[in-house]
């Protein structure tokens, strides 16, 4: 069965610092994994992907994240931070083995400070 | 650009009751799917619908839900008698047939609240 773990609730950070959101996944197969924002009252906007080849994957709005498989990660990042990216963050994981749903981790509530 | 869209915004219903959740997905997309997120907890998976049938569904989709895409645009999601567990907000999703690890897009949910 595939799984994803975020670590955190929240993650403070201060407007033009960088961050970082974590994200590690757990899969039989190999991973197909993905970043989706959620702003108050708003449905999930899809962010950026990692199906195969470079490891760092770059989205939307300025975003990136780094697949890790030996550490089995998907850590979603940014260098510099603003206070419009606050907002709650899904990491999610399919199992290119499974069915095409996707497994959802808990959120990581991010809120920049200006 | 095009965007899923979802009605109502909020649904208030009283246990027992049968409530129908609207879903009108991206026009050229194929695939479509429902999930919900119960409040302080993780968004979980439904079902899946391809083809005018269930491709595959939870452990969650019991024999009180039911899907449906009752015409070429509308793709519903009808409880049958409600309880209180079933309060939480409802996301449809679709996708295209294009790619197969292409990125479902999200409606804004329903919240259904179940007195």
């Known amino acids: 069965a595939q799984s994803v773990a975020q670590p955190e609730d929240q993650v403070n950070v201060a407007e033009g610092n960088p961050l970082t959101v974590k994200c590690t996944y757990s899969?039989?197969?190999?991973?197909?994994l993905f970043w989706y924002v959620q702003y108050p009252n708003r449905g999930l906007q899809f962010l950026l992907k990692?199906?195969?080849?470079?490891?760092l994957v770059k989205g939307s709005y300025g975003f990136e994240a780094e697949f890790n498989k030996s550490q089995t990660s998907f850590h979603l990042k940014k260098p510099s931070a603003l206070v419009s990216d606050s907002a709650l963050y899904f990491c999610a994981v399919r199992d290119e083995g499974s069915a095409r749903q996707l497994t959802f981790g808990s959120g990581t509530q991010l809120t920049v400070l200006p | 650009e095009p965007e899923v869209t979802q009605t109502p915004s909020h649904q208030v219903t009283q246990m027992g009751q049968e409530v129908i959740l609207r879903c009108v997905p991206i026009s050229n997309h194929l695939y479509f799917y429902w999930y919900r997120q119960i409040l302080g907890q993780k968004v979980e998976f439904l079902v899946s619908?391809?083809?005018?049938?269930?491709?595959?569904k939870s452990e969650i989709f019991d024999d009180q839900f039911s899907v449906e895409r009752p015409d070429g645009s509308n793709f519903t999601l009808k409880i049958r008698s409600t309880k209180l567990e079933d309060s939480a907000m409802y996301f449809c999703?679709?996708?295209?047939?294009?790619?197969?690890?292409?990125?479902?897009?999200f409606g804004p949910g329903t919240r259904l609240t179940v007195l």
């Open positions: 899969v039989s197969g190999n991973p197909y």
């Open positions: 999703a679709s996708r295209t047939s294009r790619s197969p690890d292409n990125e479902q897009f």
């Open positions: 990692y199906i195969t080849g470079d490891n």
């Open positions: 619908f391809y083809n005018n049938e269930i491709s595959e």
